[in-house]
């Protein structure tokens, strides 16, 4: 079933609240806060930010859906990236991963009461499937503690997969901890568990060693892996710099009375808040990338929405996470993304999805406004026509950008 069908309509953002970090919008002022806390040197942090002027509400406990709830839905997402028609019709068989730290114990009851209030197909056993860094389902880790609660990331990573792409099967893989040796197990695992699109909504700072990590954790031909490129503006986060990877950058995404119906520009609350974008110290660019004002991997590839003032509804009970909030961050653009690769079909053997965007740049929406810091060369901040670091080549237009194959752009 298309989330077009959904079952209740979607409030679109909320009150004003003093927190950790505010963005002034058309509605007034959104705040919000870090999911995760900064990660020591040879760790990730979650990229969730979750809203904290939206009062989570929860679910009921019958079937029936909410009135309302805040956030954009399925609907309006497929809507916005055109992709409803595919949303209905593909999908199944795919699966798609995601990998985070720690436990989630809610997740399947979250995940029931997400797509229940969207009137999305119900994924339960077989459909949804839990495992730990080494593939098994059991033991799985400890949860996640309230100080560093990747479950508000987890959540918003299956509901997004679900958004997109309703007919998938998902595996949530859960590493033991935040550590890049534990997640990237977690990347193996759920390749070898069979998925051909693997989100990560994770990064830290760079290294002289991540080329090691690229090349025991993150290359894998014929397989979308999918990064998320950081929340903290100009600059590159890693895993998302890895040659192997699609990066995925971040938009605001509003209504608008064009052709389309909606409108997308650079993601960018402050110089420090912002899709993150740049030029690496360390990997080296590959060869679908031909940008000249960097001379090793350029981040990002493609982008979706991320700024939590235009942000996504999630469902998540855990560590008192109340229910429904508003989520936003890159780490609502990584899994859409994978999930788009999902609707686009198996990627060809032995190649880099990251590279079939370069072949299709006239099937994405191009976003050419906007900016994060100023920087030189401009582009690696500031959106322009073609491709710019914040959004990459743009956004997503259909499936056709993310199918193998050539055509002109």
Request: with cysteine; aromatic share 8%.
């Amino acid at each position: 079933m298309a989330a077009s069908a959904a079952a209740a309509t979607v409030a679109v953002f909320g009150l004003a609240a003093v927190a950790p970090a505010q963005a002034a919008t058309a509605n007034g002022t959104t705040s919000y806060h870090q999911q995760c806390p900064q990660a020591p040197v040879g760790s990730a942090s979650c990229m969730a930010l979750k809203r904290t002027d939206v009062k989570p509400q929860l679910a009921h406990s019958g079937a029936t859906p909410l009135a309302t709830v805040s956030g954009y839905g399925p609907s309006q997402l497929q809507s916005a990236y055109n992709l409803a028609s595919a949303a209905a019709s593909n999908g199944g068989g795919e699966t798609v991963a995601v990998v985070d730290a720690y436990d989630y114990p809610s997740a399947q009851s979250d995940l029931n009461a997400y797509r229940s209030q969207f009137g999305l197909p119900a994924c339960g056993s077989g459909c949804f499937t839990k495992i730990n860094e080494n593939g098994a389902t059991s033991p799985l880790p400890s949860p996640a503690p309230a100080s560093d609660d990747w479950t508000g990331e987890e959540a918003l990573d299956i509901d997004m997969v679900s958004a997109i792409c309703p007919n998938c099967h998902i595996i949530l893989a859960e590493a033991s901890s935040e550590s890049n040796d534990d997640l990237g197990k977690a990347v193996n695992a759920a390749v070898n568990a069979g998925a051909k699109f693997v989100s990560n909504s994770y990064g830290g700072s760079e290294d002289s060693t991540d080329t090691t990590y690229d090349t025991e954790y993150y290359d894998h031909p014929g397989v979308a892996v999918t990064v998320s490129s950081g929340d903290s503006g100009y600059g590159v986060e890693y895993p998302a710099a890895s040659q192997y990877v699609t990066a995925v950058g971040g938009t605001a995404l509003n209504t608008a009375s064009n052709s389309r119906g909606w409108s997308e520009s650079v993601w960018s609350t402050s110089s420090s808040e912002g899709a993150g974008s740049g030029c690496s110290a360390y990997d080296p660019k590959p060869s679908w990338q031909t940008d000249t004002g960097c001379s090793k991997r350029t981040v990002a590839d493609v982008s979706a929405v991320a700024d939590p003032a235009t942000g996504v509804a999630v469902y998540d009970t855990y560590n008192n996470n109340g229910g429904w909030n508003v989520y936003g961050g890159t780490s609502v653009a990584s899994p859409l993304i994978a999930a788009v690769y999902a609707l686009a079909g198996n990627p060809a053997a032995g190649t880099n999805p990251a590279s079939y965007l370069y072949q299709h740049t006239s099937a994405l929406n191009d976003v050419t406004s906007g900016k994060t810091a100023t920087c030189s060369p401009a582009y690696l901040c500031t959106a322009e026509t073609g491709y710019d670091g914040p959004t990459g080549l743009g956004t997503p237009n259909g499936i056709t950008a993310f199918q193998s194959g050539s055509s002109t752009g």
